[in-house]
């Protein structure tokens, strides 16, 4: 399965949704389209490669050389790459550099959590503020062992943290829900995510009841603020915009179906008059 | 008179006002208009009421489809209409992902009102690089296979391929209702 689209369409923190839902495998690469006229909020690569694993971030680079582990170990002066190629035949195929490294105790897990925040926690939600670029999954992608420390992150989880940094949101403007929309939970009870203190006080409110307009009011927040909070929510699987519903309707008669049961016999008929025009 | 009312719904562009005018069998009563916003860019007429088309099968017995506007500023509509049908369609093009995002806010919009039965119809499936059918169930927000509608494959200008659709919706809608006149039967 190959994927491909732009980020002007199918936004970064979307792509990530569908891939842990999905729990694909296989490696998202995204190619940014610079904008000549405009400076880059930090220095972008050519290419950004991210490899999911069962639905989880296991590993992140920017070239396919398949050294960028040992390119981090060797910037720290912890393990030396020739080192490193002495020990890797020492260990099954198939298991990743990290625990293979850590298995043999040249490196220990406290090196692990620093080398995968380095290549994964801190460099991709940066990648968020990216404006355009071309993207591209692909499932047939095999994972790169050398690249991996053996720990994975929740891309709704790095999805929290890049659109928390995000600075410029005039790309995802035309994605926000409607400020005269209100906002369904999704899921039952607490949202399995690390939320921060005002997506909290914005979750509080996402009954159904109140539209994101009134829970700005409510939680003394700007209405894109309260917006930008909404999407953040969507977009991590926990709630849902239910557009055109500024107030619940009080009058139950109004919310009634004006509709009858059909009976069997017109089911029948009409069935199989349909299936005559199947041919 | 004894009338079905299905409504067909989707992102502007899915092939709605297509599919009911190829199996209706009066002239389709539509509002298109010319666009003259982005749906522009798509095609140059868009529907800004609803379309009606019929197929009247007895002396006495008819199946009324409604085709929603695609743009969300007609959403009024789509409560107007909704609110009376037996069941209801999802027209999604699987060429289209940057059109799954309305596809999920047209969904949410009717299931919080309505919980008729429905199914999900995949247009333009031929079409290079379009995507798969389960990728497609979870960009619209259905991950697990258990717990999702059916979801069908549709050739809009094929009037065998749309009266399919309708039959697996009519299946679908059945079946509901048997399992409700089960669920009642149950409690006596």
Redesign the interface.
């Known amino acids: 399965?190959k994927?491909?689209?732009y980020l002007s369409?199918?936004s970064m923190a979307?792509i990530f949704r569908?891939l842990e839902?999905?729990?694909k495998t296989g490696c998202l690469s995204i190619k940014p389209v610079e904008d000549p006229n405009e400076i880059p909020a930090f220095p972008l690569a050519d290419e950004y490669y991210i490899f999911f694993n069962h639905g989880n971030i296991a590993a992140a680079t920017t070239t396919l050389d398949h050294q960028g582990l040992q390119r981090l170990l060797e910037k720290r002066g912890w393990l030396r790459s020739t080192t490193v190629k002495k020990i890797l035949p020492l260990c099954p195929v198939n298991i990743s550099m990290g625990l293979c490294l850590k298995s043999q105790g040249a490196i220990d897990a406290e090196h692990l959590q620093l080398l995968f925040k380095q290549q994964v926690l801190s460099p991709i939600p940066q990648l968020f503020s990216i404006k355009e670029g071309l993207f591209k999954f692909d499932d047939q992608h095999p994972l790169p062992h050398w690249e991996m420390t053996g720990l994975s992150a929740s891309p709704m989880e790095i999805t929290l943290a890049g659109l928390r940094l995000l600075r410029d949101w005039v790309p995802l403007m035309d994605?926000l829900p409607l400020s005269t929309s209100t906002i369904?939970s999704?899921v039952q009870g607490k949202p399995p995510y690390h939320l921060n203190a005002v997506e909290w006080q914005v979750w509080e409110h996402i009954n159904?009841d109140l539209s994101i307009a009134n829970i700005a009011k409510v939680t003394n927040l700007p209405v894109l603020e309260a917006q930008k909070i909404c999407f953040r929510l969507m977009v991590i699987?926990v709630a849902?915009?239910?557009?055109?519903?500024s107030e619940p309707s009080t009058n139950k008669t109004e919310?009634e179906?004006?509709?009858t049961?059909?009976?069997?016999s017109?089911?029948d008929?009409?069935?199989n008059?349909?299936?005559s025009?199947?041919? | 008179m004894e009338i079905m009312r299905i409504v067909v719904t989707g992102p502007v562009g899915a092939g709605k006002s297509t599919f009911i005018r190829t199996i209706s069998e009066i002239e389709v009563v539509d509002t298109d208009r010319k666009a003259t916003d982005e749906t522009a860019d798509l095609k140059a007429q868009t529907t800004v009421a609803m379309d009606f088309g019929r197929l009247q099968f007895g002396p006495n017995v008819a199946l009324h489809l409604y085709g929603t506007p695609g743009q969300e500023r007609f959403d009024f509509m789509w409560d107007i209409l909704i609110r009376k049908a037996h069941a209801f369609i999802l027209l999604v093009g699987s060429h289209r992902p940057q059109d799954f995002r309305a596809a999920r806010r047209i969904l949410a919009f009717m299931r919080y009102r309505t919980k008729i039965p429905m199914l999900i119809a995949l247009s333009h499936s031929d079409i290079p690089n379009s995507w798969a059918e389960e990728d497609i169930a979870i960009a619209l927000g259905y991950p697990s296979p258990h717990n999702r509608p059916p979801i069908v494959r549709v050739n809009a200008l094929d009037q065998s391929s749309v009266a399919s659709t309708i039959v697996a919706l009519i299946e679908t809608y059945a079946q509901e209702q048997a399992k409700q006149l089960n669920s009642i039967g149950g409690k006596l």
């Open positions: 399965m994927i491909t689209g369409e199918f979307e569908f839902q999905g729990h994605k369904v999704t159904g699987g849902e915009e239910v557009a055109g519903i919310q179906p004006e509709k049961e059909l009976s069997q017109f089911l008929g009409l069935l008059f349909l299936k025009k199947k041919g």
